[in-house]
């Protein structure tokens, strides 16, 4: 593609004096990167000259040292705008720079136009690969897709769908903020299950308020906000993309129990709090990590004017989160004002609507024919060793690709090393190492390790091999799944049985749902080793099936 270009001058006056005003690109669509050392700002224009000038007087962009033109003779309007975006994102899963760039307005975002996969994909690998071997940028392209900074970044292209979403939360927040407030706040409710992109929109969400707490005309100007989310893993991702943005900072991202103590302690009542993985909140008192209320949302709407949280019921892993749609009445009852909406479109799994319901089947504990699907690799492996040398093959072409279990296997927060031993004891796998820095499926050495449902929720693989511990069995007279509650080795995950009618159900209702978010973690494929020797088996007749169907 002999026809992009990238010009580098000194971000100055004198260089543009020196640029000559018959220059072509400067009244033709372009895309620019400004940096300095520490910080870059992204645009598109088509009045160059015009649009540096007035960046060059602009205080923010002091620090910045280099604009880079890129110009294509194939550019228009709606491509640079496009790649613009597009740039925005990866820079920010580059991590090189703290960006200036605040988002774009909820109806700008990138629409279809003529010939976009030309742009979007062959035009945009080759503007990287330069940006690269220049030095503007620190990784390849394959390297930042599969960083969870990148998956959550607020300046993702939204679906049609998100955008609706996007557009009648904030309107909700710019309403509920300016009404007399009573005890308790108004409450936004977005359902969703996993893999429909609920954190992405969220994060959106959050970003373009952040934005507007500094603009005067906002209705939104100087409110006090927090997104919130009970999740270690994720907390991290939020926290990093708060590091990269220059208008985003890591105070207004928490976990829930402390912002909670911090604001009664306080006396205080915010504007807005948004909450992310919201069935993850506590339901029950919790002394241990310091929670002594009865319901961590009812709190959190005492404590701000407007709630916004993503709930998905079939994603609690632990009784004492255990949210019933009784539980969520009740609060809905004593908020202000309530909305609803449901986002319903895959996004993660690349897979078709026959591998999808296998998975919602096997929540229930039945066992559907192993569908197959050309465009999605479902597998299923006799042994674990074998599972685990295919997932690192496709670690080795992909990246990302990771093994995962149930929680059926000894683990102690002593700083040991645990095991998972399988395969009549011939084989065994570290799991569940954590690291307090980076989230657990970035290092690349944690291919070598199972994960836990608690370092995977929420992420991405691009292959997922998930054990099914000894916890998941099958009983071949009813043809049905057992679920065997008293080998579930997650310990937490039973504490705080109050209140609950049926605990043996909720129990098995935790175990399915662990088992419902490890198997949608995978974008490309997803692979299947059971522990239980009855389960292994009929899985392994099911699979074989398929290869007669094929012939």
């Known amino acids: 593609m002999e026809n992009l270009e990238i010009v580098t001058w000194p971000f100055q006056d004198k260089s543009l004096n020196q640029i000559g005003n018959n220059e072509s690109y400067l009244n033709y669509p372009v895309i620019y990167i400004l940096n300095g ?60 720079y703290k960006l200036q760039n605040k988002s774009k307005t909820t109806n700008d975002f990138t629409h279809n136009y ?57 309107e909700f927040c710019e309403a509920q903020v300016q009404l007399q407030q009573h005890e308790y706040g108004s409450l936004f409710v977005i359902k969703g299950e996993a893999g429909v992109g609920k954190s992405v929109v969220l994060s959106s969400i959050f970003n373009t308020i952040q934005e507007q707490t ?13 997104l919130v989310v009970n999740h270690e893993e994720m907390y991290k991702t939020y926290k990093g993309i708060a590091s990269q943005l220059k208008h985003l900072k890591a105070k207004n991202f928490a976990k829930p129990t402390p912002l909670i103590n911090q604001l009664i302690k306080q006396d205080k009542k915010v504007d807005i709090i948004l909450v992310d993985e919201a069935h993850l909140l506590l339901t029950r008192p919790d002394t241990y990590n310091n929670f002594h209320a009865q319901n961590q949302l009812e709190e959190l709407l005492k404590l701000a004017k407007v709630v916004v949280m993503v709930y998905d019921s079939d994603q609690v892993l632990k009784l004492k989160s255990l949210w019933q749609e009784l539980t969520l009445e009740i609060l809905v009852e004593k908020s202000s004002h309530t909305e609803y909406y449901e986002l319903t479109n895959q996004f993660r799994m690349q897979a078709n609507d026959e591998v999808i319901e296998w998975i919602n089947q096997f929540k229930q504990k039945r066992l559907l024919p192993l569908p197959y699907d050309e465009g999605y690799e479902f597998k299923v492996f006799v042994t674990l060793k074998e599972m685990h040398e295919a997932i690192k093959t496709k670690n080795n072409e992909y990246g990302l690709s990771r093994v995962v279990s149930t929680f059926d296997y000894l683990h102690k927060k002593d700083g040991g090393v645990y095991y998972i031993t399988e395969d009549r004891g011939e084989y065994q796998i570290p799991w569940n190492i954590t690291d307090s820095k980076f989230t657990w499926a970035e290092k690349a050495s944690t291919v070598n390790e199972a994960g836990s449902i608690y370092t995977i929720q929420g992420f991405d693989l691009n292959y997922v091999g998930v054990i099914l511990g000894p916890s998941i069995s099958y009983d071949e007279q009813t043809d049905r799944l057992v679920i065997k509650t008293e080998a579930y080795k997650d310990v937490g995950a039973y504490s705080g049985t109050e209140g609950i009618e049926n605990v043996e159900a909720a129990k098995e209702r935790i175990i399915l749902n662990s088992v419902n978010i490890l198997m949608k973690r995978g974008i490309k494929g997803l692979y299947i080793y059971a522990s239980d020797e009855a389960l292994r088996n009929k899985l392994i007749k099911s699979q074989s099936k398929i290869g007669e169907n094929e012939e």
């Open 37 to 96: 050392s520490k910080e870059a700002y992204i645009g598109e224009t088509v009045y160059f000259k015009k649009r540096m000038r007035s960046h060059i007087k602009n205080k923010e962009r002091k620090s910045l040292e280099y604009m880079h033109l890129i110009k294509h003779e194939e550019f228009n309007r709606s491509a640079t705008f496009h790649l613009e975006t597009k740039l925005i994102n990866y820079f920010l899963g580059d991590e090189k």
């Open 114 to 170: 003529f010939n976009k996969p030309f742009y979007d994909q062959g035009v945009f690998k080759e503007l990287w690969i330069k940006l690269f071997e220049k030095g503007i940028v620190a990784n390849e392209q394959h390297v930042i897709e599969n960083k969870d900074i990148f998956k959550l970044s607020p300046f993702k292209e939204l679906s049609l769908e998100q955008i609706d979403l996007k557009e009648k939360v904030i």
């Open 214 to 226: 500094t603009e005067a005309s906002s209705p939104l100007y100087k409110t006090e906000n927090y």
